[in-house]
C-alpha cells in the first residue's frame, strides 16, 4: 500500500467510487471541449488569451488588482513566500498546514525562508495569542518574522471570518505580510456563506487551486497586488513554472469556474450525508465540514475496514486513526450509496 493507500497498478480497478482525494477528479466532456478550442498563445511572451483571461476573471471574482497563473498550488504558495520574504526571514504558519506538513519544506529549502510552526486549534485556525508568541524580536539571532500564511479550508474545516481577521490584526500590528493557501477557496466561502471578496480582503496575496473539487486538470492562480507581479513572474520563472501555450490548462480552469464552482455545494451536501449515515452505522466517530468527512474506526477494524471497503469497490484514504474521505464531482449519488451500502455491511471483526 502506498502512502494513498492503494497501489498504482490496482488504482484503475474495480473501483465504483473513489473517496481519497478531491484532486482525483478528471475533466468534465464540456472541459475537454473548451481545452480544445481554446484560442492559445506564448505565456511567456505574454500572449496567451485564455490565461490572461482567466488572471482578469480570477482577480475580478476576488476583489483584487491581478493574478498570475501556476501549474500547481505548491508552487504558488513558494512563489508567494518568496516575493514576501527574503533569505534569513521566517513565515509563520499552521502546524497542520499544507505548506508546512505536505510541500517538502520548499520555502527553506529553495528560498531559504524557515517556517515558525503555530499550533493549529480544531477549527483549522491559529489562536492570535500564538501568532503573536511566534513573532521574532528584531535581533541578529533570530530570523526575521515576515509573513503569516493561513489557510482555509483546513482539513475540510472552515476557519470564520472572525477568527482570520483577529490573526491578521496581530500580524498587520507586528508589519508582517499576510497569505492565503486557500487551495480550497471555494468551499470556505460555500460554508462561510460569504462572498470571495469578504474571504480575500484581510491577504495581500491568496493561491487558489482549481485542480480540487472544481475539477480541473491542473493549474493554481495566485491573486495579489498589481504591484506584486513582476516579482511574482520572476519567482515563477525560477521555479520553472513558465509555461507556454498553457491556456489549454486555463481553460479548464475558466470551464470549472463558469460551470463546476455552481455545483460545488453539492459536494458538502454529499459529504453531510455519508457523515450522518456513518453516525448510524456505529463504526466509530465521525466528523464532517465542507466535502469532507472523517470516520475514526477502532484500532483493531481499521485494516479490515478498509480492505473490506476496497473489495466493495470503493477507495478511502488509507490515513490513519482517522480515514480522510472527501466527496467531489465524481462521485455521484449512486457512487456514494455504493459506498454508504458497504459500509453498513462491514461486520467488524472479520
Ligand atoms: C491545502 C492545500 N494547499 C496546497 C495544495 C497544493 O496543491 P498542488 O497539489 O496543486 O501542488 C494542496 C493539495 O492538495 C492542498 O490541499
Redesign the pocket.
Known sequence: MSLYGYDSADAATNCICDLR?D?LTKPSVGMRQAMMSAPLGDDVYGEDPTVARLEQELAARLGKEAAMF????????LAAVMAHCGRGDEVIVGDR???YC??AAGVSVLAGVSMMPVNTAEDGGLDADGIVAALKVDDPHYPRSRLLSL?N???GRVVSSDRVKAGIDVARKADLATHL????FFNAIIELGCDAPHLAAPFDTI?V?L??GLGAP???VLVGPQAMMAQLKRNRKILGGAMRQSGVLAAAGLFALEHHLPQLAQDHVRAASLASALRHTGLGDVSSQTNMVFLTPRAEDHPGLIRHMAEAGIKIGGQSPAIRMVLHRDVDDAALDAAITAFRAFEPGH
Not at 181 to 184: E, L, P, S
Request: aromatic fraction near 6%; hydrophobic fraction near 15%.
Open positions: 482525494s484532486t501556476f501549474p500547481t498550488g505548491t508552487q504558488s504558495n498546514y499544507h505548506l505536505d510541500e489557510e479550508s483546513v482539513g493557501d486557500g487551495a480550497r493561491s487551486c485542480s480540487k491542473s493549474g493554481s
